[in-house]
């Protein structure tokens, strides 16, 4: 099955820096990368996705891109603010046309603190 | 829309019992309910993955006589936790893939359980 590894396990960064999370994923056949923020004791969040038709998406303070090739994706978080604080997980899935299941594969997440 | 509950919301129980978890899709038809379970500072760990109808597909390792997975509707699974013993104890979320959505390969959670047993 798929294998989902997520670094650095701990991210600490200054309020305004940028904060990068990388993930890499082993089955070729992945096209879907979703990216979720949980605080605790709550839901995980979707924030940004990523499919595997393109590179790179946008939304606002928060990028995803992703290299099919060397099977790795990246979260990157721009002017980072302290409310940014919370777990980040990555995930890979198989998804579309004639896909029953689309389980997610999750990484084990980046605890991300943005210091005021 | 896209919408997913999960009740209740908390419970504490005692050794021995039994606790079931309900997952409703509020606005959307469910073809595919997923739960998951995730312990302190830990991911999510997937559980299983039922579609309506038919029997729920469990992932190594978990018990499925211990954990009933019934998912009989197009919008209601369940949950339940038979003979819980304190190593239960632990958040479980529900996840829920639907028809009829614009994003029908999205997942979308619901808020999670957090299960006590004493």
């Known amino acids: 099955g798929e294998n989902v590894e997520q670094h650095p396990s701990t991210l600490s960064v200054q309020e305004g820096d940028s904060a990068v999370i990388k993930c890499t994923y082993s089955?070729?056949?992945?096209?879907?990368f979703p990216w979720y923020k949980q605080e605790l004791g709550k839901r995980p969040q979707l924030i940004i996705d990523?499919?595997?038709?393109?590179g790179e998406k946008k939304d606002q303070r928060i990028a995803v891109t992703l290299n099919k090739t060397a099977k790795h994706f990246s979260l990157h978080i721009t002017e980072t603010q302290p409310e940014d604080s919370a777990v980040y997980f990555c995930?890979?899935?198989?998804?579309?046309?004639?896909?029953?299941?689309?389980?997610?594969?999750f990484g084990r997440g980046t605890q991300l603190t943005v210091w005021p | 829309g896209a919408v997913v509950s999960q009740h209740p919301s908390w419970v504490i129980c005692k050794s021995g019992t039994s606790v079931k978890i309900e997952c409703r899709s509020l606005?959307?038809?469910?073809?595919?309910m997923f739960w998951y379970r995730q312990f302190p500072k830990q991911s999510l760990m997937l559980m299983a993955t039922s579609n309506e109808g038919s029997k729920a597909t469990y992932e190594q390792g978990v018990e499925k006589d211990k954990f009933l997975i019934n998912h009989a509707s197009l919008t209601l699974s369940t949950l339940t936790v038979t003979s819980a013993h304190p190593e239960d104890s632990s958040f479980y979320i529900c996840?829920?893939?639907?028809?009829?959505?614009?994003?029908?390969?999205?997942?979308?959670f619901g808020p999670g359980t957090r299960l006590t047993v004493t």
């Open positions: 990523i499919r595997s038709n393109v």
């Open positions: 606005d959307f038809q469910a073809t595919t």
């Open positions: 996840s829920a893939r639907g028809i009829g959505l614009a994003r029908n390969y999205e997942q979308y």
């Open positions: 089955d070729s056949a992945s096209n879907y």
């Open positions: 995930a890979a899935s198989t998804s579309g046309r004639g896909s029953t299941l689309g389980r997610l594969y």
